[in-house]
């Protein structure tokens, strides 16, 4: 039997009493969706799927969509990054390690995905957590001042700009990278077009330049919305079990990953990516 049990008061809920390789009614899927929309962030434990029913079960949230690190996308299966530090003929197979600061994926996109879905195959004893948080209840916590004052700004993403942030280890952008890597505008409130809510979203831990306001004016603002996102209320640190899905939003949601030890212990996740919502014509038979 289906339920929806809350994570936290403030994020995420727990699928339970599903087993998603198999057939799964509209009404119960449509609760699922639901709850995805409403709480940022979906958890269901248990499952063993193989690359294909992962791809399948993705594509009833959305639109799979393959947009980065394509040397690390599944042979097979490109729509899944392999997420692990295994190797392959002395190749690595996928990313041993990304996504350490706080963040939304595909921001640097003019039209970011709306979703992702990592699944849990191999996990280290210890290590290689990921963090949560709800952007909704950041923005809703917001004082009414702050409100007004972000309402009609936009944040400039820089994806040369980030890579020393994001990852200190690696060389500068290539001027071939620096040309691709446009800037790119959001919102600075970004309201979510399936239930009208407004999230912040203010990136993670690079000061990024808010459009039509000083250096001066800009930094201070852009970091204390980011450390306003993510108090503890806010978040979640999710513990991985081999078997977990954990599906969020990145209109409304930031996750950030944690170290593990690479060397000594195996780590495998797949990831597939959503690029649109829901399929019309299922949605609207749900609805």
């Known amino acids: 039997m289906l ?9 995420g809920t727990e699928v ?3 087993d998603v390789t198999r057939p799964l009614s509209d009404r119960d899927f449509d609760r699922i969706y639901q709850a995805w929309i409403d709480t940022t962030v979906l958890l269901i434990r248990g499952q063993d799927m193989t690359p294909v029913q992962h791809i399948e079960f993705t594509r009833r949230f959305g639109e799979v969509f393959a947009y980065t690190r394509s040397q690390f ?4 299966h490109p729509e899944i990054l392999i997420l692990s530090n295994l190797a392959k003929d002395g190749k690595p197979i996928g990313s041993a390690y990304s996504g350490r600061v706080w963040h939304s994926d595909g921001a640097y996109l003019t039209d970011p995905p709306v979703g992702s879905m990592l699944y849990a195959r191999e996990i280290p004893p210890t290590g ?3 963090w949560y948080g709800n952007m909704f209840a950041a923005y809703d916590a917001l004082p009414k001042a ?4 972000i309402e009609d700004l936009k944040v400039v993403i820089s994806r040369v700009q980030s890579r020393p942030y994001n990852y200190p280890d690696r060389p500068a952008p290539t001027e071939k990278e ?20 407004k999230a912040l979203y203010a990136g993670g831990n690079v000061p990024w330049r ?11 603002l852009i970091t204390f919305l980011q450390e306003f996102a993510i108090q503890p209320r806010f978040t979640y640190r999710h513990q991985w079990q081999v ?20 060397v000594n212990h195996r780590r495998l996740l797949h990831r597939t990516t959503i690029t649109g919502r829901r399929p019309a014509a299922a949605a609207a038979e749900a609805a």
């Open 128 to 130: 290689g957590d990921t």
């Open 178 to 197: 620096r040309a691709e890597w446009a800037d790119v505008a959001h919102p600075l409130v970004r309201v979510h077009e399936e239930n009208g809510r």
């Open 243 to 262: 078997g977990d899905i954990v599906l969020w939003d990145n209109r409304s949601a930031m996750h950030r990953a944690t170290p593990y030890d690479h």
């Open 3 to 11: 339920e929806l049990v809350p994570i936290t008061g403030d994020i």
């Open 146 to 149: 702050v409100k007004e004052r």
């Open 73 to 76: 996308n599944d042979a097979e």
């Open 210 to 220: 808010i459009e039509g306001l000083s250096e001066d004016e800009s930094a201070p």
């Open 16 to 18: 339970r009493g599903v």
